[in-house]
């Protein structure tokens, strides 16, 4: 004889909730009543519990019905679907986001939904969750966008630190839900943050490379040799690129390559300060912040210089891209032409290390500085970032702290 599936209803019309099984032995599933589905006239919501527990799914069931008579907003008080967390989270964060940050955040909420499921109840996420996550992805059973990678050949470990980031993400999307306030019910998305207290993973020895003053001029005098070709047809010609202002730039500045390529004319206030100043703004700044920083005399020149070079105007892109010059250059452009140049110069390429290396210089050359002066040079909101990640020992310094000591006196 076959076995019946699990079936267990409570409450009465409008509060009716009914946990069952869709294969006998199988996951519990949960349905109930939502009034404010297909267009205001209600149906029934249904969603798996993740689990086989039926003493535990009576109870909850007990429970949603208990809400939903106390609630006649329907499942608003009860249930919180990934699906429409994710919903109202691109309809209200995205369209303020540009470019890589957008790119990026796409991309999350793609993982957490794969991972997961539309389905998931937000407010039932736990510990169990969370380590599940982390060992999946650190091991690399499931890629970049939450999909299994099958073959055990293909599988590709990820280090603490890309683990922690999309973690942080989750966190920081669950925060958004406790501080959005739903205007037809008046009530919080979330009553709590449910990954709130559980620890993000750590590198203990984390990889932060840093270029070397000697390796950036053996860039520098390789760097108008990197071409790139402009032009269609006929037209097309090589011509040297922009590699030797950005590295300029990247080095006098201590800005991150997302921002440099982003620059515009506009930006650019030669008679602001003793050799000019640019503005960094908002929308590429991965801060958010707007900010006017004084530069240099190299940075001045190299500024200058090219647009003398290829002159431009108002918001015009200081950095055009070569398929398009009413747009602004790439990342992955600008990073492909600094791997050309080390090799052109023969140096090995540094793990983990291509633009941000240029940040990390300048910030420890600036060891001693009055560090909010610093921080607001550099683009930095906290100086304890800055004070924690990008100032690292250097040999020099170390080297002080050792001989240049004083001798303590008792009184």
């Known amino acids: 004889m076959a076995r019946r599936c699990f079936s267990y209803s409570v409450g009465v019309r409008g509060s009716r909730v009914r946990v069952y099984e869709r294969t006998p032995g199988g996951v519990l599933h949960i349905s109930a009543w939502d009034p404010t589905l297909r267009s205001g ?17 009576k109870a909850y069931a007990r429970e949603v019905s208990a809400r939903l008579q106390a609630n006649e907003e329907g499942l608003d008080a009860g249930l919180l679907l990934l699906d429409d967390v994710v919903r109202l989270f691109r309809l209200e964060r995205l369209p303020a986001m540009h470019g890589k940050h957008r790119k990026e955040t796409e991309r999350q909420l793609k993982l957490w939904k794969e991972v997961l499921g539309g389905s998931f109840d937000v407010q039932g996420f736990s510990r169990r969750d969370w380590d599940h996550f982390l060992r999946l992805r650190s091991q690399g059973v ?14 590709r470990a990820v280090s603490k630190r890309v683990c922690a980031k999309d973690l942080a993400f989750l966190r920081s999307v669950c925060k958004w839900a406790t501080e959005w306030r739903d205007p037809r019910t008046k ?12 620890p993000l993973p750590r590198e203990e020895n984390p990889r932060r490379p840093v270029v070397g003053h000697d390796r950036y001029m053996r860039l520098l005098e390789k760097a108008d040799q990197v071409k790139v070709k402009t032009g269609h047809g006929k037209q097309a010609k090589r011509v040297r690129s922009p590699l030797r202002e950005l590295l300029i730039i990247a080095e006098g500045t201590g800005r991150r390559i ?12 030669p008679d602001r300060g003793a050799c000019g100043a640019i503005r960094w703004r908002a929308d590429s700044d991965k801060l958010g912040k707007e900010w006017i920083t ?25 950095f055009p891209s070569p398929k398009d010059p009413g747009e602004c250059l790439s990342v992955d452009l600008a990073s492909k032409w600094l791997r050309e140049a080390e090799k052109l110069a023969g140096l090995e390429h540094l793990r983990q290390g291509l633009w941000h290396t240029f940040r990390r210089k300048w910030a420890i050359e600036r060891k001693g500085l009055e560090l909010r002066d610093v921080a607001f040079a550099g683009g930095w909101k906290d100086p304890t970032t800055l004070l924690k990640i990008y100032q690292q020992p250097d040999p020099e310094t170390l080297e002080k702290v050792v001989m240049h000591s004083r001798k303590l006196r008792q009184a």
Not at 44 to 52: A, D, G, M, N, P
Not at 142 to 154: C, T
Not at 187 to 198: A, H, K, W
Not at 304 to 310: C, K, M, N, V
């Open 41 to 57: 006239r209600g149906g029934y919501r249904r969603q798996s519990l993740r689990h086989r527990d039926k003493a535990r799914a």
């Open 142 to 155: 499931i890629d970049a966008y939450g999909r299994e990678v099958s073959d055990p050949d293909k599988r």
């Open 187 to 198: 009530r919080f998305l979330l009553d709590f943050n449910p990954t709130r207290g559980l």
């Open 258 to 269: 997302g921002a440099i390529v982003q620059l515009r004319w506009s930006d650019w206030l």
């Open 294 to 318: 004084p530069v240099s005399a190299e940075v001045r020149g190299a500024i200058e210089g090219w647009r003398r070079e290829s002159p431009g105007v108002g918001e015009a892109p200081m």
